[in-house]
C-alpha cells in the first residue's frame, strides 16, 4: 500500500502528520502537485510535479495508483476516480469517501457549483481547525491499523 497526497490544497498540518506517519510505518507517501512543494528529505517520501492545467495532478495520481492504495485528497471527483480503482480516499477533514457516500457527495458538489455558475453565493469551507485535524489523524490511525 502507498499514500498519495493531492498536495496543491492539502493543509501543511496534514502533510506533517502524515510524514510521521510514514516514516514510523515504512510507508511510501507520494505528493503530487501542479508547483513545487517542499517535504522533508526520507526514503519514504518523495514529489511528483506535474504540468499545471486543471485535474492533471488529479489524472496523474488515478493513473499511478494501485488497488488498496490511500489517496488523501478533498476533491470529490479524485475520491470517485480513486474508488472506482480500488483505492481508498480520505479526507483531510477526516472523512472517507466510499462507494456508499460518493455518489450522493459528487451530486450536491454539483449543485453546487451549479448555484455557483447561477450567481448564487454559496460560501466556502469552514477554515481548517485543530478538530478537523484530530478527525483526519483518528480516521489515518484506524485505517494504517486495518491496513498493515
Not at 503530487?32 to 489524472?59: E, L, T, Y
Not at 488523501?72 to 469517501?97: N, Q, S, W, Y
Request: charged share 30%.
Amino acid at each position: 500500500m502507498k499514500i498519495w497526497i493531492d498536495a496543491d490544497a492539502c493543509p501543511r498540518q496534514i502533510k506533517e502528520l502524515l510524514y510521521r506517519a510514514v516514516e514510523r510505518r515504512g510507508i511510501l507517501l507520494t505528493l503530487v502537485a501542479n508547483k513545487a512543494i517542499a517535504f522533508p528529505s526520507s526514503r519514504w517520501i518523495r514529489g511528483i510535479q506535474v504540468a499545471a492545467g486543471a485535474d492533471v495532478a488529479d489524472q496523474e495520481i488515478v493513473r499511478l495508483l494501485e488497488p488498496g492504495d490511500l489517496v488523501v485528497t478533498a476533491d470529490i471527483p479524485l475520491a470517485a476516480d480513486v474508488i472506482d480503482k480500488g483505492g481508498h480516499a480520505l479526507d483531510p477533514r477526516g472523512e472517507f469517501f466510499s462507494k456508499d457516500n460518493i455518489r450522493e457527495r459528487l451530486s450536491i458538489r454539483n449543485f453546487m457549483d451549479e448555484l455557483r455558475s447561477n450567481g448564487v453565493e454559496t460560501g466556502g469551507p469552514t477554515s481548517f481547525s485543530s478538530k478537523d485535524k484530530q478527525a483526519f489523524a483518528n480516521q489515518l490511525d484506524r485505517f494504517l491499523t486495518r491496513h498493515r
